[in-house]
């Protein structure tokens, strides 16, 4: 169970950490805390897998990787598991998610996202998928328009 103290330094947690040289100290200011006791709740939550990881939120596109697609994949049931842990396990694959077919129309049970430099990069990514996992029938589905990118929030207030 959390309590309010938890709630409440989840939700400055979720509004990232400042850029100084100490942003657990400022953090803890903020929330009226001392450093050690908020540094002791992260570790706790950490430790309960309340909170999974701390990383740095870039901008892929400044990064030079402007060119995203969608790879809808069509796998075998019995490989399901087999075939999305091998996807995943490429550093080019940021999103891998199994979601149930629509026959007859939509045949893909497999969605991954792979990031490259241009959109060749991301077909080739895809053959590269495709030939080391074995299955064929994918296709490639790109971005026109990022509306909206952001992670879930929780415990914010209305």
């Known amino acids: 169970m959390l309590s309010q103290l938890d709630k409440e330094i989840i939700r400055a ?3 990232g ?9 400022a953090l803890a200011e903020k929330l009226g805390i001392g450093e050690e006791e908020l540094l002791a709740k992260v570790r706790d939550f950490v ?8 990383g740095a939120a870039v901008r892929h ?9 969608m790879v809808v994949w069509q796998v075998p049931e019995e490989r ?3 075939v999305g842990r091998l996807m995943a396990s490429f550093d080019e694959v940021s999103h891998c998610y199994q979601r149930p077919a629509r026959l007859p129309d939509w045949p893909y049970n497999l969605f991954t996202v792979v990031h490259g430099q241009t ?6 990514i895809a053959a590269r998928l495709s030939r080391t996992s074995g ?6 589905l790109f971005s026109i328009a990022e509306l909206k990118k952001s992670s879930m929030k929780y415990f914010v207030e209305k």
Do not use: K, W
Not at 47 to 54: A, E, L, P, T, Y
Not at 61 to 69: E, K, P, T
Not at 135 to 140: K, P, S
């Open 119 to 124: 959109p060749q990069d991301c077909r080739e």
């Open 47 to 54: 430790d309960r897998g309340v909170i999974r990881r701390f």
């Open 61 to 69: 596109q400044d990064l030079g990787y402007v060119s995203n697609a």
């Open 13 to 15: 947690l979720q509004e």
């Open 17 to 25: 950490l400042p850029l100084v040289s100490r942003p657990f100290l």
């Open 80 to 82: 399901m598991e087999e």
């Open 135 to 140: 299955v064929a029938n994918y296709r490639l």
